[in-house]
């Protein structure tokens, strides 16, 4: 598959059940190397990534839904927990304010930065687990869930909780994504 048609079968798939059509080990080992190889400014290495899987899966959806106590539909949340796991996106808090430290004047912008490496790498995890064959969706129930994740986890103060991408086999798979005309985005000039 070449990149950009890789880039187009990259869709939001909420259908997941907990068949893999690959080895967990190959979903684990392409989120390492796209963790590894995402840019990030200053080469500040601030990303974290916690892949939530087999019956934390199940334990992780619960205490998200305990977390919203109720207020997020039960069969909502469930849809979830029928992945086969959850790629919980991190900043380092404590990275980012070092390199804050160190370079004073773009301070303001290493927390920017940060963002943007984290959904370079969100994108990159996403199209490299549809290229696996796995359907992934993205969720944000960040910063309400952040103590439980934390309590589950075992990650540091430091880590912040930027989203979770709930990926496993695909039952149902997106529909035709619509048409636009593109030229409202984007302008060429020259």
Do not use: C
């Amino acid at each position: 598959m070449d990149f950009m048609d890789a880039v187009a079968a990259r869709r939001t798939v909420y259908a997941l059940n907990k068949e893999l059509p690959v080895a967990q080990q190959k979903v684990t080992d392409m989120v390492k190397r796209a963790t590894e190889l995402v840019p990030d400014a200053f080469n500040m290495r601030s990303q974290r990534v916690v892949i939530v899987q087999g019956a934390q899966q199940d334990a992780l959806w619960d205490a998200v839904y305990d977390a919203f106590d109720g207020k997020v539909a039960r069969e909502k949340i469930d849809g979830f927990k029928a992945g086969a796991g959850t790629v919980l996106y991190f900043i380092d808090t404590a990275t980012v304010k070092g390199l804050q430290d160190q370079f004073p004047t773009y301070a303001a912008n290493f927390p920017v930065w940060a963002q943007q490496s984290n959904g370079m790498l969100q994108f990159t995890v996403w199209t490299g687990l549809r290229e696996l064959g796995v359907g992934a969706n993205l969720q944000h129930y960040n910063p309400v869930i952040d103590d439980v994740v934390r309590a589950l986890t075992g990650v540091p103060e430091s880590y912040q909780l930027v989203a979770q991408m709930v990926y496993g086999g695909i039952v149902e798979d997106a529909g035709e994504k619509p048409g636009e005309n593109i030229s409202d985005r984007v302008t060429v000039i020259g």
